[in-house]
Nanobody, 117 residues
Framework: QVQLVESGGGLVQPGGSLRLSCAAS????????MAWYRQAPGKQRELVAH??????TNYADSVKDRFTISRDVDNTIYLQMNSLKPDDTAVYYC????????????WGQGTQVTVSS
């Protein structure tokens, strides 16, 4: 079983930056692909970024060159978000166990990111 706890969301002005964190429990963390998804009001949940157990990364076109996903050895993944836009406003969810094409079975509770002046 894997439990995920996100943190780091908040309100930021357009052009600003935020860093999201996802702390994962479970001894199999290093074997899992990890990802960040987001869901804006009235829209479907979408994949933002994925990092494999071997640290290979993939990004949605809408965030490429602005967001960076990373992971470290203490069971934490991060999403560094730069040059934020109002369209980035959403609840961001951490996901474990999936690939670039398929979500894993484990989800965090989500953290709100609001980009507004």
């Amino acid at each position: 079983q894997v439990q995920l706890v996100e943190s780091g969301g908040g309100l930021v002005q357009p052009g600003g930056s935020l860093r999201l964190s996802c702390a994962a429990s479970g001894s199999i963390f290093n074997l899992l692909g990890m990802a960040w998804y987001r869901q804006a009001p009235g829209k479907q949940r979408e994949l933002v970024a994925h990092i494999s157990s071997g640290h290979k990364t993939n990004y949605a076109d809408s965030v490429k060159d602005r967001f960076t996903i990373s992971r470290d050895v203490d069971n934490t993944i991060y999403l560094q978000m730069n040059s934020l836009k109002p369209d980035d406003t959403a609840v961001y969810y951490c996901n474990a166990g999936g690939s670039w094409t398929t979500a894993g079975d484990f989800w965090g509770q989500g953290t709100q990111v609001t980009v507004s002046s």
